[in-house]
């Protein structure tokens, strides 16, 4: 009916879509287009062949990340507190509101009040594999180790995430910890 008022009155159709009340950007866009792909892979595959489809693109992405912030520091390593920072600050940049919780030299306790994936990310827990990935990625390239654990997430229904990322290796491990080693240390190699 509206359009067809506006049209009577010489208003072009273009002008209607271009001025139409729409909640769409190219953000939400993306994270529309990536939880339908985390569901898919869900549906299609099993939450645990998702989370390692993920866990491929998570830990590429992490190595991109870890070197943009070395490169922007003017570093080669980060500390384990640099680490920490890193993690709470990436996670900002893209919309999440991490804080760290505790530090030691055993473990980084991450929260979140805020999921970059926003709304996208509920009862879509292959998504989590982002963060675990590359929190650990970026851990083990600058420590060597970690060994992330989900312990909480938005995802799953709690009101905010608790990531614990260990930085030394111990016997035994839980079920859903994951491990991550250090790829490659080109100050360990030897060069001609």
């Not at 879509?17 to 339908?36: C, I, S």
């Not at 830990?59 to 570093?75: C, F, H, M, N, P």
């Not at 992330?148 to 491990?173: D, W, Y």
Request: aromatic residues 6%; charged residues 30%; hydrophobic residues 35%.
């Amino acid at each position: 009916m509206l359009r067809r008022r506006e049209q009577s009155r010489g208003i072009r159709m273009s002008e209607l879509v271009e001025t139409a009340d729409l909640d769409l950007d190219r953000d939400l866009f993306l994270r529309k287009l990536v939880r339908e792909l985390a569901g898919t892979l869900e549906d299609v595959i099993g939450i645990e062949a998702a989370e390692g489809y993920i866990s491929t693109v998570g830990s590429s992405v992490g190595r991109w990340i870890d070197q943009s912030y070395k490169e922007a520091l003017g570093t080669s390593r980060l500390s384990a507190e640099e680490v920490g920072e890193v993690c709470v600050d990436l996670k900002r940049r893209i919309g999440g509101d991490f804080y760290l919780i505790s530090s030691s030299e055993e473990e980084l306790v991450f929260g979140n009040r805020r999921c970059p994936f926003g709304e996208a990310v509920k009862d879509r827990p292959s998504l989590c594999m982002m963060t675990s990935n590359v929190f650990g990625r970026i851990t083990a390239d600058n420590l060597g180790y970690a060994r992330v654990e989900l312990q909480e997430t938005i995802a799953q229904g709690h009101p905010g995430c608790r990531v614990v990322v260990r930085l030394k290796q111990v016997q035994g491990r839980a079920v859903s910890e994951r491990e991550y080693y250090r790829a490659f240390d080109p100050e360990l190699a030897d060069g001609p």
